[in-house]
């Protein structure tokens, strides 16, 4: 009787953990706008922030490998459905990076090695995997609505995020791997 309500209690609390993810996930970026647009840099602060990234690697983190996929995969979608960010062009290949950082993070969350080198990895997978659906999707289906070069590009704009992302996960990790 223990492990069905034990079992129980962990599927509730994953579930919570998407849900707060993918909430986050699609507030936060709304937020980053409206104070882009406040102080005049417009949307370039979610470039710059990465502000969808950080709540689906921390879901993976805490939830493990199905809670980060799932918060992942749905973020994007969810937000766009709503918003129209991001951009439907740019969508499915969003969706792939965000979704290999909660799979990634949460396939990590129990391996013992430094955070800082798990959320390293996690940052890698999410971009070598966006890239490479870009380049899939341009040599394979001929489509140009975005380039390796352009996704290059959005990176680089994005290393306050990356950063902000290191201190947060190493963080979190630590005060979550004391608790559990």
Request: avoid cysteine; charge should be positive.
């Amino acid at each position: 009787m223990k492990v069905k309500a034990l079992q129980k209690t962990n599927i509730r609390n994953k579930t919570l953990a998407t849900i707060i993810a993918v909430v986050s996930a699609v507030a936060l970026p709304q937020i980053a706008h409206v104070i882009g647009a406040y102080v005049g840099f417009g949307s370039s602060v979610g470039e710059t922030f990465l502000p969808m990234h950080l709540p689906v690697i921390l879901a993976g983190f805490v939830g493990g490998p199905v809670v980060g996929a799932v918060a992942g995969a749905l973020s994007p979608v969810i937000s766009f459905a709503l918003t129209g960010m991001p951009a439907a062009v740019a969508l499915p290949f969003i969706v792939i990076e965000v979704f290999s950082y909660g799979l990634v993070s949460g396939l990590l969350s129990k391996v013992k090695i430094n955070s800082f080198l798990k959320i390293l990895a996690v940052q890698l997978s999410g971009r070598v995997m966006r890239i490479a659906a870009v380049a899939v999707a341009t040599a394979v289906f001929g489509f140009e609505g975005i380039t390796v070069n352009a996704v290059l590009s959005s990176m680089a704009l994005g290393v306050a995020g990356i950063i902000i992302q290191w201190i947060a996960v190493v963080l979190v990790n630590k005060k979550y791997e004391k608790s559990v």
